[in-house]
């Protein structure tokens, strides 16, 4: 930087037009930009990473990987993982599985995406708000927020009714029959 400075001074106060000598103070602060910028990634991995390594930067500390891998978070993932980056931070999981929230799911699994959060069931059940419902229950899906019933019983704005009741305007009220 010290050399930067002394050659601005230096083509500042020459005979050279004034014109001529910010071109020269430009080009030469582009190049000391760019070539900084080409080497920040590098430089943010401490020792610098050898020659045939990547500097990964998305972890909380940057650290160095063999070229060909995947920077994920803290970690990296090779060929045969995948890095997820569906929740709050990236994570390393197998080929082939579906990266959900802060988990992954396997092909016998099924990512939820209903709730607040996704979260991950087993196969054959049914996403249902922040849970879910099996064969014995089902998803009432009524009121403002979905919620899971007994199986038999009638979904009625926030709450259920038994079958002996109707749902009228999101109340359970006696059947007339």
């Avoid at 891998?69 to 197998?94: E, I, L, R, Y």
Wanted: charged share 10%; net charge positive; hydrophobic share 30%.
């Amino acid at each position: 930087m010290q050399y930067l400075i002394d050659e601005i001074a230096r083509s500042l106060a020459s005979e050279t037009p004034r014109r001529h000598a910010l071109k020269a103070v430009l080009a030469a602060l582009g190049a000391t930009f760019l070539a900084q910028k080409s080497n920040a990634a590098t430089a943010a991995c401490s020792p610098r990473c050898s020659s045939n390594q990547t500097c990964c930067t998305t972890g909380s500390r940057p650290f160095c990987v063999t070229q060909g891998k995947t920077c994920c978070g803290n970690a990296w993932a090779d060929s045969s993982h995948v890095c997820c980056q569906t929740g709050s931070s990236p994570f390393v999981a197998a080929k082939g599985t579906t990266c959900c929230g802060n988990t992954s799911a396997d092909s016998s699994h099924i990512c939820c995406q209903t709730g607040s959060s996704p979260f991950v069931i087993t196969q054959g059940k049914t996403c249902c708000g922040n849970a879910f419902a099996d064969s014995g229950h089902i998803c009432c899906q009524t009121g403002s927020s979905a919620f899971v019933a007994t199986k038999g019983k009638i979904c009625c704005g926030h709450t259920v009714c038994t079958p002996e009741q109707k749902c009228v305007n999101g109340r359970c009220v006696a059947s007339n029959s």
